[in-house]
């Protein structure tokens, strides 16, 4: 059942920003950056982690889930830290995310040959 709560979840934020893609003049970039935003607002008023409980890795993989750790981030080194903690606890957070995506994006360019699209 938690897979299929995920996949639901997961699929459902998918076909959102499909919608958006394909519906509206709204450039992929932007609507990342804006799911990323919602899952920031969502996490700071505390209504997205009810659902990252129900779904699952469904919520915590897509964009919304890394704007849900930087809010949870920068909320714990508040607390630990202070004013100090509204500059570094997203990052503390989310380095281990970010850090994969670094070495997976070095890792494909160091494989893959770039070619021209002419």
């Known amino acids: 059942m938690d897979y299929l709560k995920a996949f639901i979840v997961g699929g459902l934020l998918c076909l959102i920003g499909q919608i958006l893609i394909d519906k509206t003049k709204l450039t992929p970039a932007r609507?990342?950056?804006?799911?990323v935003v919602i899952g920031v607002f969502l996490g700071a008023v505390g209504l997205y982690q009810p659902l990252v409980e129900f779904a699952g890795a469904g919520a915590t993989v897509p964009l919304t889930g890394f704007g849900n750790t930087l809010a949870q981030g920068v909320r714990d080194a508040v607390e630990e830290d202070g004013f100090l903690g509204i500059l570094t606890g997203g990052l503390k957070a989310s380095a281990g995310g970010i850090a994969t995506a670094i070495l997976a994006g070095l890792t494909a360019s160091l494989i893959f040959k770039v070619k021209d699209k002419s």
Do not use: A, E, T
């Not at 609507?31 to 799911?35: E, G």
């Open 31 to 35: 609507i990342l950056v804006s799911y």
